[in-house]
């Protein structure tokens, strides 16, 4: 989905994500755009950090890649979302693995707080299996691209 489709409606407010899901989606792309505003709007109350500040923020995140969810649904008022963020700093593409927790007050979806299972560079030939997607971005298959022999 483009941008305008996915999460500009909740970064400007038309709506608010309906799952934990999808809320963690939204934060993805408000760290890819730097958008502290929505990223405080949407920590819950008691974690949130004061100030958020990217300006001397050298990373830059490359893609999202949802692991495993539980719960967050609709109907659920907790839910827990495990990912991967891939970045690019100081030239080499790292990725981040986090669980996320999440929770629904009033209707609405809030980070509680994450995490952070694992960080490092990421390595070609030996975190990704061949069937995984490719690291590079192409969308294709890491043995149809660049783990092609």
């Not at 608010?16 to 502290?36: H, I």
């Not at 539980?70 to 986090?98: H, I, P, R, S």
């Amino acid at each position: 989905m483009t941008y305008s489709q996915c999460c500009e409606p909740y970064h400007v407010a038309e709506k608010n994500p309906v799952t934990a899901e999808a809320l963690m989606r939204s934060r993805y792309s408000a760290y890819v755009l730097r958008d502290a505003t929505y990223l405080q709007e949407t920590w819950e109350q008691s974690g949130r950090p004061k100030l958020i500040d990217f300006s001397k923020e050298t990373i830059e995140w490359l893609r999202l890649e949802i692991t495993d969810v539980k719960k967050g649904t609709l109907k659920d008022t907790k839910g827990v979302v495990a990912f991967k963020a891939y970045f690019m700093q100081d030239g080499e593409e790292c990725v981040m693995n986090e669980i996320s927790r999440f929770t629904k007050l009033n209707g609405r979806w809030f980070y509680l707080d994450g995490v952070i299972k694992s960080m490092g560079k990421v390595d070609l030939q030996t975190n990704q299996g061949k069937n995984a997607p490719c690291a590079c971005g192409s969308g294709k298959k890491f043995k149809r691209c660049c783990g092609a022999d």
